[in-house]
């Protein structure tokens, strides 16, 4: 009888080790980073979701919350952590913006995506007595008298910028016709915008949602490909000729490396989630969009809006020399 090399024998036992292992994912707790800090919108559905995996797949999730560096911090600890399945990520937009400025080398790249859980657009914004009716009124008078109006809605070069950049780029104007102030995030932005310290905000509709029912603010648009059920009546830039839609996004992602069987694995647990009462009610509860897309599409959605911001963020002088 023919011996078997040392070696073989012992690469076939690791594979049939690895093999069981996978098979039996998860066998212990696992890691989920929040690159974000506790308490906001991305830390609620981590840490949501995260309950409900324990529930669907019977190990603990527990989330780190891993900040610093506009999100370079979290998201460098998921994607480089080992490639096992025992370290989950919420990725979100910034993924596709840290690297074209500077703050890190991490690209959307070093990911393999499971599952997109959420996609909020941007909206254009108002106060309920500004003299703008509908979006096009807005834009005209921008054309007309450049350099005049005030935008806001987040920090230079944030999300909400972003939006705005690309929305007036579509729609021929150039993006340095208004000026950004740069705030903290939306909340202030809607303080300044009330106070008539700014005209216009970019952020999303759910974020100003107490303002808009009470009527202090008017939306004129949203930058998504259709329009919100919540706010039926607000037209989406395409509806308008301009062809932009924008927004942020978050989902659950593993190192590039981790097994396909284990993706899997997390897919059919997130899906059948997703699918669910509980994750219906809390999306709605929290004002967050629901966009499902699955680990293929989800992969080319997050290489898309790298190519997409970096041609907005070049627009907006944002880019890293």
């Not at 049939?16 to 998860?26: C, G, K, L, Q, T």
């Not at 924008?246 to 097994?259: D, E, I, N, S």
């Not at 997050?302 to 907005?312: F, I, P, R």
């Amino acid at each position: 009888m023919k011996k078997v090399p040392v070696l073989l024998l012992a690469l076939a036992l690791l594979g049939i080790f690895m093999a069981s292992a996978v098979a039996a994912y998860p066998q212990r707790s696992v890691t989920v980073v929040c690159p974000w800090g506790a308490g906001g919108g991305t830390d609620r559905l981590t840490r949501f979701m995260a309950s409900q995996l324990e529930q669907e797949l019977g190990k603990p999730f527990p989330v780190v919350n891993r900040t610093g560096g506009n999100g370079a911090v979290g998201h460098s600890a998921g994607a480089f952590a080992p490639p096992d399945g025992y370290t989950v990520t919420m990725v979100t937009l910034e993924l596709a913006t840290m690297h074209w400025m500077g703050l890190t080398t991490l690209t959307q790249a070093d990911f393999a995506y499971v599952i997109q859980l959420n996609q909020d657009a941007a909206g254009v914004i108002v106060k309920a007595d500004a003299p703008w009716k509908t979006l096009r009124e807005l834009l005209d008078d921008i054309k007309a008298k450049p350099d005049t109006f005030k935008f806001s809605g987040t920090a230079a070069g944030g999300v909400w910028d972003l939006a705005r950049i690309g929305m007036l780029d579509k729609a021929g104007i150039p993006v340095n016709s208004v000026s950004w102030i740069p705030t903290t995030g939306a909340a202030p932005s809607i303080i300044e915008l009330l106070g008539g310290h700014v005209d216009v905000i970019t952020c999303s509709l759910p974020e100003a949602a107490s303002q808009l029912a009470a009527g202090e603010l008017r939306a004129l648009a949203v930058m998504s490909d259709q329009r919100d059920p919540a706010y039926p009546d607000v037209p989406t830039l395409k509806e308008l000729g301009i062809d932009w839609s924008a927004g942020t996004w978050r989902g659950f992602a593993v190192p590039k490396a981790t097994p396909q069987e284990v993706v899997d694995v997390l897919y059919q647990a997130l899906k059948k989630i997703v699918d669910a009462d509980a994750y219906k009610d809390f999306m709605s509860k929290n004002g967050f969009g629901v966009l499902i897309r699955g680990p293929q599409e989800f992969a080319d959605f997050a290489k898309q809006q790298d190519a997409d911001l970096k041609n907005v963020m070049e627009l907006g002088g944002y880019l890293s020399k």
